[in-house]
């Protein structure tokens, strides 16, 4: 069974909409972590979470807000949605520890913003 | 800061031929960080494929390989002979306290 699921897997919306991504994972790891990925980028880190409650500034903050109300869950909150925010997001969790996170992925969400 | 540039694809070879996908890396803030390969098989997340922590070691997975070369800050990836299903794309990756990956790298194995 998949450990990091995220739904939706694809989702279309409208300039200034709120859209609202979702990642769960049961792998119990403590860390979970946001990515979005563009052509010709890598992954680059929006927010991340040191466990429930907790969230943290990626490299690219701007215009997402997240959310972890528990171990499992880890939300992207995209409050007013804007067409250059297209792209693929990644969701992962890791098992932690100072340079020993490997990490976890889900298969991705493929986001159209309109 | 730290970063991680790798060969920019995509890499095209044929099924048994042989494959090399370069990466360096630069870390500020620590000597040594551990460093990693991640795969995207279409349709999939990313998973790690193989890492090395120890300067000086290979690491290996379903036929690839890396070597942690401190002296050139290098972690290229090999394989002697690839196959079709190989078809994906390669992310190296360095962790400093976070992950910092590279643009990733897609490889097209024709048959």
């Known amino acids: 069974e998949a450990a990091v699921t995220q739904s939706p897997r694809n989702k279309v919306a409208v300039t200034g909409g709120k859209v609202t991504l979702s990642c769960n994972q049961t792998n119990n790891h403590n860390n979970m972590y946001w990515y979005r990925q563009d052509t010709g980028h890598g992954l680059r880190l929006i927010h991340y979470?040191?466990?429930?409650?907790?969230?943290e500034k990626g490299d690219i903050p701007d215009g997402y807000k997240a959310s972890r109300p528990s171990q499992e869950n880890f939300s992207l909150i995209l409050e007013l949605a804007t067409p250059s925010q297209t792209s693929v997001y990644f969701c992962a969790s890791g098992d932690g520890g100072v340079n020993q996170d490997t990490q976890y992925f889900g298969p991705g969400t493929r986001l159209l913003v309109l | 800061g730290d970063s991680v540039t790798q060969t920019e694809g995509p890499v095209t070879v044929s099924e048994s031929e042989s494959l090399i996908i370069n990466c360096t890396y630069s870390?500020?803030?620590?000597?040594?960080?551990?460093l990693f390969w991640y795969v995207r098989y279409p349709g999939e997340g990313l998973q790690l494929l193989l890492k090395?922590?120890?300067?000086?070691q290979k690491g290996s997975s379903r036929g690839f390989e890396a070597t942690y070369n401190k002296e050139t800050t290098s972690f290229h990836l090999q394989k002697a002979s690839v196959q079709e299903s190989d078809s994906a794309v390669y992310y190296c990756?360095?962790?400093?306290?976070?992950?910092?990956f590279g643009d990733g790298t897609q490889l097209v194995v024709k048959p």
């Open positions: 990756a360095l962790d400093n306290n976070r992950i910092f």
């Open positions: 870390a500020t803030s620590i000597a040594y960080p551990n």
């Open positions: 090395v922590i120890t300067a000086g």
């Open positions: 979470s040191y466990g429930a409650g907790s969230t």
